[in-house]
């Protein structure tokens, strides 16, 4: 299922040390509403909505940004 393969990205970027603490936090919020119990296209709307405003953050490196990018493209396809 693409919002599994969407987690486990996710997870990956979590696992990174050069990720903005804020980000992180923001990044295990989205886990949280993929992971929710919610219809699919609910959860899935509030994960994308976080994750556009994670990627306007500054302070993110630029390959951070594009497996947000990535994960962005994973779940509009859901």
């Not at 295990?28 to 919610?38: A, G, M, P, R, V």
């Not at 994308?48 to 509009?76: C, G, K, P």
């Amino acid at each position: 299922m693409k919002v599994s393969n969407a987690v486990e990205m996710i997870k990956e970027m979590l696992e990174d040390s050069s990720v903005p603490k804020n980000v992180r936090a923001k990044l295990e919020k989205t886990i949280c509403f993929l992971q929710d119990k919610e219809e699919s296209k609910i959860k899935v709307s509030r994960a994308l909505h976080e994750l556009e405003e994670i990627s306007s953050d500054t302070n993110m490196q630029a390959d951070t940004r594009t497996q947000i990018f990535n994960v962005v493209s994973m779940l509009e396809i859901v």
